[in-house]
């Protein structure tokens, strides 16, 4: 799929409005989350893994915890 999207305004923010096909690739719904990568080539829109921040809560914890550990594995 190549398409053009135009950016509007949405109060002080913009957005853009996906098309239904681009929906059904991503695998998301209104009123789901999408998850975006800046990368090299522009962005990467993906749907949202539903417990990828109760992920990244536990990662958090075990760094914290182990932030010695981790300083001298960085060596």
Do not use: C, W, Y
Request: zero cysteines; a positive charge.
């Amino acid at each position: 799929m190549n398409t053009t999207l135009k950016i509007t305004r949405i109060g002080n923010s913009a957005g853009v409005i996906l098309p239904k096909e681009l929906l059904t690739h991503l695998h998301a719904e209104v009123g789901e989350a999408l998850s975006v990568v800046v990368t090299p080539r522009g962005i990467e829109l993906s749907a949202a893994e539903p417990d990828f921040e109760a992920q990244m809560a536990a990662a958090r914890e075990v760094m914290a915890r182990r932030k010695r550990a981790l300083r001298e594995l960085a060596k």
